[in-house]
Antibody, heavy 121, light 110 residues
Framework: QVHLVESGGGVVQPGRSLRLSCAAS????????MYWVRQAPGKGLEWVTF????????YYADSVKGRFTISGDNSKNTLYLQMNSLRVEDTAVYYC??????????????WGQGTLVTVSS | QSALTQPASVSGSPGQSITISCTGT?????????VSWYQQHPGKAPKLLIY???NRPSGVSNRFSGSKSGNTASLTISGLLAEDEADYYC??????????FGGGTKLTVL
C-alpha cells in the first residue's frame, strides 16, 4: 500500500535552514507529481509547493518563493523540501502528498503523517 | 492568493444532511472544474473525499457528494454519522498555477 513518511522536522531559530524528507513506498514514485502542504497550529491547510513526476517542473506559494526549494530523487523514492531563511510564521506541520493520477487540478490522494517544524528563538 | 471562503462551522443531527459551501473567484473555483474536498480528523492527515468537483475516489462513501455553481462549490454529506465529525477543507487549482485551500469548516454532529 502507499506509504509516505516525513522526517527532518524540529526546532530551529529564525533565519536558519532545515531540510525535510519524505520517503515514499508502495507505488512507482517516478510516475507521480508530489506536493508539500503545511498546517500552522490550530489553523487551516496551506499549499506550499508542487513538483512534476519527472521532477523538472516546480511551483511555489508566494509565501515561500525564493526561500524554499522542492526536489525529488526518483532513484531513492524520496521527496525533499529545503527551507532557508526560516521565519516564525513558517511554524507548522508539514505534510507531503501524492498527486492523484485519477484526476486533474492537483487533488492529493495520499498524505504522510506530517512533521512539525517550529521556528523560534 | 486569498484562501477560499468556507463557513467556520456547521452542525447537524445523525441521519440528517448538511452542505458546506466554498466560495472563490473566476480565477479559481469559477474558472476550472478542479475543486477537491478533504476531511481531517484531529491529529490526523487530511483524506481526499472529492476531486474534480464531484468525483469520489475509490473507497469513499457515496454519502459524500460535490457540486459547483459559478464561483461557489459545495460538499453535501447525507445520512450524517458520528464519525463524520471533523474539519473539512475545499481546494481549487488557480490561474496562477497554484493550489488554494479554503479556511476549513468544523462539522459537529449533534
Amino acid at each position: 500500500q502507499v506509504h509516505l513518511v516525513e522526517s527532518g522536522g524540529g526546532v530551529v531559530q529564525p533565519g536558519r535552514s532545515l531540510r525535510l524528507s519524505c520517503a515514499a513506498s508502495g507505488f512507482t514514485f517516478s510516475s507521480y507529481a508530489m506536493y508539500w502542504v503545511r498546517q500552522a497550529p490550530g489553523k487551516g491547510l496551506e499549499w506550499v509547493t508542487f513538483i512534476s513526476n519527472d521532477r523538472s517542473t516546480k511551483y511555489y506559494a508566494d509565501s515561500v518563493k525564493g526561500r524554499f526549494t522542492i526536489s525529488g530523487d526518483n532513484s531513492k523514492n524520496t521527496l525533499y523540501l529545503q527551507m532557508n531563511s526560516l521565519r516564525v510564521e513558517d511554524t507548522a506541520v508539514y505534510y507531503c502528498g501524492r498527486d492523484s493520477a485519477s484526476g486533474s487540478g492537483w487533488p492529493i490522494d495520499y498524505w504522510g503523517q506530517g512533521t512539525l517544524v517550529t521556528v523560534s528563538s | 492568493q486569498s484562501a477560499l471562503t468556507q463557513p467556520a462551522s456547521v452542525s447537524g443531527s445523525p441521519g440528517q444532511s448538511i452542505t458546506i459551501s466554498c466560495t472563490g473567484t473566476s480565477s479559481d473555483v469559477g474558472g476550472y472544474h478542479y475543486v477537491s474536498w478533504y476531511q481531517q480528523h484531529p491529529g490526523k492527515a487530511p483524506k481526499l473525499l472529492i476531486y474534480e468537483v464531484s468525483n469520489r475516489p475509490s473507497g469513499v462513501s457515496n454519502r459524500f457528494s460535490g457540486s459547483k455553481s459559478g464561483n461557489t462549490a459545495s460538499l453535501t454529506i447525507s445520512g450524517l454519522l458520528a464519525e463524520d465529525e471533523a474539519d473539512y477543507y475545499c481546494s481549487s487549482y488557480t490561474s496562477s498555477i497554484t493550489l488554494v485551500f479554503g479556511g476549513g469548516t468544523k462539522l459537529t454532529v449533534l
